[in-house]
């Protein structure tokens, strides 16, 4: 489906071919824990996950992850301890399922532009998806950029190496284009993960501008420092 869409495509071009958004990550959530989801009824189990994950991004926002209690959690989204102990054993758990959804994402965009052969504008798609997909599932990167630090060690580990490894995507592919060494390369990567994660932690910033705009002025920025249009 990716290779129906143009190297500049739009949010709105790009929800057409999406395999993850904020209406279908229930089903997502469902099928790649259904060993540890007890609930028998897909119904039910697609409506609590998503009273369970909206609730812990409404309390990580107003008293923090690390203070939240499932007590908390509970009361939010009128479930049972039983009852949510039947979708997550404990807060750890449930911020590594978090963590394992932006982990996923990360790995999966750059491998939907595989069959573009000309790097920068790969690097164009790649871009513009890091930043659609993070105007999507907001809540979600923002939380695991907040609460990296309250992971598990493990998953603290395998959170930064996601990061790390999208970076070192972009780099190559900036290597690619033939006009710089490896460590500006790198450098260059750096710049663009920022510039993404900017979008989705500090939306105070662009109450003005859509992300249409926002990714079209990544892009720019890009191709400009490059030295190609």
Partial sequence: MMKSLPVNFTLAEFRKVTPLDETNIWVFLLERHSDRIGVKRRDTALENLK???????????????????????????????????????????????????????????????????????????????????????QPWLYFVFLESRGLPPAHREIAKASELGSQLTIAALIERT????????SLLAAHCMALFEDWYVKRWKYRTTSVDIFADSVVTLLRARIGQP
């Avoid at 479930?79 to 039947?86: F, I, K, Q």
């Avoid at 033939?178 to 390369?185: E, I, L, Y």
């Fill in 51 to 137: 009273k369970i994950f909206v609730a812990t991004f409404t309390l990580a926002n107003s008293v923090g992850f690390r203070a939240m209690t499932l007590r908390d959690l509970c009361r939010e989204t009128g479930l049972s301890m039983g009852g949510l102990y039947g979708y997550i054993e404990n807060k750890d758990q449930l911020a590594a399922i978090i963590e394992d959804v932006v982990r996923h994402i990360s790995e999966a965009v750059p491998t939907w532009f595989a069959h573009i052969d000309a790097p920068l504008d790969r690097i164009e798609c790649i871009l513009r998806a890091q930043i659609y997909m993070a105007e999507i599932l």
């Fill in 178 to 185: 033939g006009t710089f060494t490896p460590d500006q390369a």
